[in-house]
């Protein structure tokens, strides 16, 4: 039992930093460009610019406001300690 | 079958797409997960690491034959391709912004030195005063033959985690275009080469250029993403698969731009000049 709801802790663990992680908007950016999709599946033009053009202004976004948070000490993001740490028993 | 080479352009260049999307983010994280079994081997002993890295390998291979499989033969190509596009989206873009981010100085670059000798110094601290965490299991550190069970665990999540992105990336690639058997193998590719440098060199790869491979793949797998997702929603692009280039060429000016741009946001330095700060 604790041997599955570990796996299953880990699993959503790897998801949650997976989907989430220090960059939340690029699901919102996901949710957006698919919604814009299924909108414009008419428009093959305008569907063909505009979804470039909204994953990149998210990119453009997300990074601005990262480089306010990479002004914060980087060690914690590349602290290799969970990985090299064997599991728990 | 999957592994034959179409004969027209567009599907060749859709191709040659995959197979270097996949080769490059195979590349880059194997040279991470290579860094973790190098200084388990060093620090506690070859043939554990060894053989912890290569049961992470064969359960990621056994992923991809149990999700991409039926993923191919039971989901609907359509809906596949929304999924597998909002995937690469999210994590393409992640790539990217972490490459800029990098690229512009605003964050510190991978350091796979610092990494190795973290680990190499924990693991060896470990040898100490912990061998035989696994409860039994664990051996001695270092020593001849019997298993180290810390070196294997080490190593095996090691591969198993950074594998796990590829895994993704071979799933959704391979299978969205149906050449799910073509993604895996370059992804095994990359594995042999990286493996092959790290044993000739026998240490860590801190001299690749891992953030130029990363920015790359970012490129690839975004492209690719807003592609799969426009398909898979009754998008037509003008030229089909042609189109990824186009997308290609687009991020590829986007990221040079970003990375312009933040570069000219970084804080002059008063003193001495440092084009990557420390934090």
Redesign the interface.
């Known amino acids: 039992m604790t041997v599955l709801r570990r796996s299953l802790r880990a699993f959503g663990d790897?998801w949650w930093d997976?989907?989430i992680?220090d960059?939340p908007e690029?699901?919102l950016?996901?949710g957006v460009?698919?919604a814009l999709?299924?909108l414009?599946?008419?428009g093959?033009?305008v569907?063909?610019i505009v979804?470039?053009l909204v994953?990149?202004a998210?990119?453009?976004g997300?990074?601005?406001r990262?480089?306010k948070r990479?002004?914060?000490?980087?060690a914690q993001?590349?602290a290799?300690?969970s990985?090299?740490?064997?599991?728990t028993? | 079958m999957a592994l034959a080479w179409p004969l027209d352009t567009m599907h060749t260049t859709s191709t040659l797409i995959l197979i270097l999307a996949v080769f490059g983010a195979s590349s880059v994280e194997m040279v991470e997960a290579l860094t973790i079994v190098v200084a388990a081997g060093v620090s506690r002993g070859w043939r554990s690491a060894l053989e912890g890295a290569a049961t992470a390998v064969v359960v990621l291979a056994l992923l991809v034959g149990f999700i991409g499989v039926p993923l191919i033969h039971y989901v609907p190509i359509d809906t596949l391709r929304v999924v597998v596009g909002a995937l690469l989206l999210v994590l393409g873009l992640a790539w990217l912004r972490k490459a800029i981010l990098r690229a512009s100085g605003h964050k510190a670059p991978h350091d796979e030195d610092r990494i190795y000798a973290e680990t190499v110094a924990e693991l060896s601290g470990d040898a100490s005063g912990g061998a035989g965490r696994d409860g039994g299991g664990g051996g001695v550190a270092g020593g001849g033959k019997s298993r180290d069970g810390v070196a294997f665990a080490v190593a095996f999540k090691g591969v198993f985690l950074e594998g796990t992105e590829v895994v993704l990336i071979v799933v959704s690639l391979g299978a969205s275009q149906g050449r799910l058997g073509l993604a895996a193998l370059s992804a095994g590719a990359a594995a042999v080469v990286v493996a092959g440098v790290g044993v000739l060199v026998a240490r860590q790869l801190s001299e690749v250029p891992e953030n130029t491979i990363k920015t790359v793949v970012g490129v690839m797998l975004t492209s690719f993403g807003v592609f799969w997702v426009g398909e898979g929603a009754g998008v037509r692009w003008p030229g089909s698969d042609l189109a990824i280039l186009g997308l290609v060429g687009f991020f590829v000016l986007v990221t040079l731009a970003a990375t312009a741009w933040m570069r000219s946001l970084l804080p002059v330095p008063e003193s001495v000049p440092s084009s990557v700060p420390s934090s």
């Open positions: 790897f997976f989907l992680g960059s690029f699901v950016a996901t460009i698919i999709a299924f414009l599946d008419e093959r033009l569907a063909t979804l470039p994953a990149a998210f990119l453009l997300s990074t601005y990262g480089r990479a002004a914060r000490p980087a993001e590349e290799p300690a990985r090299v740490s064997p599991p028993p």
